[in-house]
């Protein structure tokens, strides 16, 4: 199979299924696919739900966005990656914690998050241009601009890394923002409530102890943000 940018339509809403639509608070719901893959791009991880040998797995592994689909890979043995390329269900979720959500009661206690719930099968990646592709998307996924400063994967890793493509055509996102609703009796209590927010922050980059002493830090890492970037 070969990648073929082409299949990123125009379409900007994706169709509701009986496994995407939102049941439980509806209005939060959304089927936007630039909503949808915003939160993908900012998210890190996610969870790779599926069925082997009558037994549920919840994996959680790391992933890249080209276009219209997820990519995820890993070494040949991965027992997730041989279940999935034999094209059973699979069910990846992922999730952003914006922030916590205090109310003026237990019962209303919340947060404040966006997710994305996709459904579908996932297909072996053969084209090695398209593995390539993937494996650069992985790469800046997690850390923007770090491909061109890196060494590119030779023959031998490409043949020994095991790509997974997953359509994003059957997705859902929810998301709660703002502040908590309590009862209305309760907005009398004199119990502070409001929202806490909460963000993924970059520490002080650490050098490789193998690291030459003059070797600057290069400027993927200097200049990374998580928000920005997005």
Request: with cysteine; net charge negative; proline share 7%.
């Amino acid at each position: 199979m070969t990648h073929n940018p082409e299949s990123n339509s125009e379409q900007r809403s994706l169709e509701i299924t009986s496994r995407t639509q939102i049941k439980r608070l509806p209005k939060r719901g959304d089927y936007d696919c630039e909503l949808i893959y915003q939160i993908l791009d900012e998210g890190l991880i996610c969870q790779v739900g599926f069925i082997a040998d009558h037994q549920p797995f919840v994996i959680p592994t790391t992933y890249g966005r080209v276009l219209d689909r997820l990519y995820i890979h890993g070494s040949p043995a991965s027992r997730m990656l041989r279940t999935l390329q034999k094209g059973v269900e699979v069910c990846i979720t992922v999730t952003l914690l914006d922030g916590l959500v205090l109310a003026r009661s237990a019962f209303h206690h919340s947060m404040n998050y966006r997710s994305v719930v996709i459904f579908g099968t996932a297909t072996f990646v053969e084209s090695m241009d398209e593995k390539l592709t993937a494996l650069q998307a992985f790469t800046e996924h997690i850390v923007p601009n770090r491909w061109a400063e890196i060494r590119q994967p030779t023959v031998q890793e490409l043949a020994g890394t095991l790509v997974l493509s997953v359509p994003l055509q059957e997705a859902s996102a929810k998301v709660r923002t703002g502040p908590p609703m309590d009862d209305e009796p309760d907005y009398a209590l004199p119990v502070w409530a409001g929202e806490l927010p909460l963000r993924t922050v970059a520490g002080d980059a650490i050098p490789d102890p193998r690291l030459s002493p003059d070797m600057e830090v290069s400027d993927s890492v200097k200049f990374y943000d998580r928000q920005a970037s997005r």
